[in-house]
């Protein structure tokens, strides 16, 4: 709306007034107001707060202090947005009256402005020439030609976005020396000419954006003298022209160039661009940025580099931004090192985004140059330990862990150590009671046991996971990193991959052995003592070279057990090697998912053979029904198979297609699904069974129990 919109100026003068309070903002909640690092104050009361409860969605201090003014508003980009989208191209006045003499039937007139959107247009009407406003969106215009506009030399702003644009004229805008605002966006507009904006000397706002635009000649912006906002977005521009991309653009100081196919950045096409204030280049092709590439953006207030490819900055990259720059963005690029001298000069930075870039040498000195940084973005919330005077440090957690704690949950924390109790006590419990009493059959009682071992180590990975939890209660975030490439958690790591895989195995074979027995079962299948001895001694051996060799080669495979705080490597991301990522998917998709469906496969044969077969012999059917009997119990366990394993692939298959996934659903499953076998196989295997049920004593002792 013109009456009531905000012309730039205005909005300058907001921003202006926005950064002086966010630095004074900034000073008050330094570490210099009397709290300790890593705290900061409710507001004028002498509290303090940590980190971690600054800007969490709950109110902490007694005052609310701790969640106000948690937006990231250094930039002014968000502010310039929401003006942007509250324009409307019918304005409202005391007086509703149209002021125009003529113009089409199918449009809206109110005083001097003229909305024309969606009537089928093909091209551009006549309307009397003392029109100030003209929107012609959404229509169906594919040709301006010249002086098309020639008459209304007192429109103030225009808009043709979403129309068929192919072909603009070189005089098409020739006339228009008032047009302060030109909208162009989403339409088919493959090039243009040199000079077409000539005329355009009032010209602030020039919005190209979503276009198939590719190149520019570099005399195109020739007259906007007076330009202020320029947005190519999604234009698909693979590169600036030259010598320089403000030669005729003087006063332009927001240059919007989001999602195209730039990949040359250097000194010489932003030289003329000193007044310059906001710079966005995300999601481009960018590899390389010269060190003084910045070095005539004296007024450059934010910079937006994420997304785009590069690999290396030189150490003074943002050097010549140090008195001006108050947000920078490089997340989400294949940055192999971030050196401390790249923020040293930033004393005004107020807020920085590292998002998706590991950080191996991270250390507080890094950051703490910058003084009045209030935000700071980090791909880990264990960095957020690196940056203890930042107010506001995302994320807080990775849906497993917290600042405050490595179980972020409370039923989690909980529920951690009654699974581990549950495991633990049911497996050693059948240990003890197979050794004690004299089974039907030895070798299979020795799997049992065997299985139980495997088994019993899932609960002490878990109680392992609980202590360190207790450890490092309140305080999470300053060890988060040493703890993941701590000796403990890679043992647990591997005790817990080393119980997943024997336990798995073991199923398998105990599934085939069954499945010889009960599909032939006239055939002298049965293993003797030597070959169960050897069959378990290569399970365990196998199961403990899948869990070992990740350990072997770190510059392979990466920390392959620390990559959160449980130490299970089961969610995949963009950061993991090739070769973590490979392995886990072979171990995860490939090896268990095989075990798996021959278990399902086997125990389907085994009933459609027992189905099959009508068999009068008794002795043969008094041994059948033994054997049928145990196939019953080992189809719950194969229930519980697919309880466990099935959400473990889906989260896996998801993982690997880069799929989102809560950190809290990657808690749930290594805490409450991975376990499952382990917990439910004691009863299933034994504490069920018609045997241990004939054994009144015991099973009246653990009933009562």
Known sequence: MRAFMMDLPVIILLHLTLMEIQASLASRVSPASGCPLGQFPCGNMSECLPQALQCNGHQDCPNGADERRCGDNAGWADLFGQTLENTSPVEHYFLDECLLQEYPESCACTNTDVECVEVSLQDVPSISPNVTWLSLRSNEIQVLSDFVFSEYSALERLFLQNNSLQFISQHAFSGLYNLKRLFLSENLISSLSPGVFRDLHQLEWLMLDHNPLSILSQDTFIGLQSLMYLSMVDTLLQQLPHPSFCQHMPALDWLDLEGNQIQTLNFSILKTCSKLEVLLLMDNRIRKVPENTFQSLWKLAELNLSSNRIRELPRNTFKSLSKSLLKLNISHNPLVHIHPSHFRHLTQLQS??????????????????????????????????????????????????????????????????????????????????????????????????????????????????????????????????????????????????????????????????????????????????????????????????????????????????????????????????????????????????????????????????????????????????????????????????????????????????????????????????????????????????????????????????
Not at 610 to 638: C, E, M, P, Q
Request: proline fraction near 3%.
């Open 352 to 705: 920085l985004a590292l998002e998706g870039i590991e950080i191996p040498d991270i250390q507080t000195t890094m950051f703490l140059p910058m003084k009045n940084l209030s935000h700071i973005y980090f791909k880990t919330f264990q960095y957020c330990s690196y940056a203890p005077h930042v107010r506001s440090c995302k994320p807080n957690t990775d849906g497993i862990s917290s600042f405050e704690d490595l179980l972020a949950n409370m039923v989690l924390r909980v529920s951690v150590w009654v699974i581990a109790f549950i495991t633990c006590f049911g497996n050693l419990l059948v240990i003890g009671m197979r050794s004690l009493i004299r089974a039907e059959n030895n070798l299979h009682a020795a799997c049992i046991k065997v299985l139980c071992c495997a088994d019993c180590l899932m609960g002490v990975y878990l109680f392992f996971v609980g202590v360190f939890d207790v450890k490092f209660r309140g305080q999470y975030n300053r060890n988060a990193l040493l703890w993941m490439e701590s000796v403990e958690c890679r043992t647990i790591g591997f005790l817990a991959m080393l119980s997943t895989e024997v336990s798995v195995l073991l199923l398998t074979y105990l599934t085939l052995e069954k499945f010889l027995v009960i599909v032939f079962p006239f055939s002298n299948l049965r293993p003797s003592k030597l070959q169960t001895g050897v069959v378990l001694a290569s399970i365990w051996l196998l199961g403990l070279t899948i869990a070992a060799v990740p350990l072997m080669n770190e510059d392979v495979f990466g920390n392959y057990y620390g990559r959160n705080g449980v130490c299970f490597p089961l969610h995949s991301d963009r950061q993991e090697k090739a070769a973590a990522k490979g392995y886990s998917t072979g171990i995860f998709l490939g090896l268990n998912m095989v075990a798996f469906l021959v278990i399902v496969l086997s125990y389907s044969s085994m009933f459609y053979s027992i189905y099959k077969t009508g068999i009068n012999a008794t002795d043969l059917r008094s041994r059948l029904h033994r054997d049928v009997a145990v196939a019953n119990r080992f189809f719950f366990i194969v229930f519980s198979d697919a309880l466990c394993w099935i959400p473990i692939f889906l989260v896996k298959v998801l993982s690997l297609l880069e799929v989102e996934i809560p950190g809290t659903i990657s808690s749930w499953v290594v805490i409450f699904i991975l376990p499952i076998n382990s917990a439910l196989n004691p009863i299933l295997y034994t504490l069920t069974t018609s045997f241990f049920r004939e054994q009144d004593n015991l099973w009246r002792t653990f009933s009562v129990m």
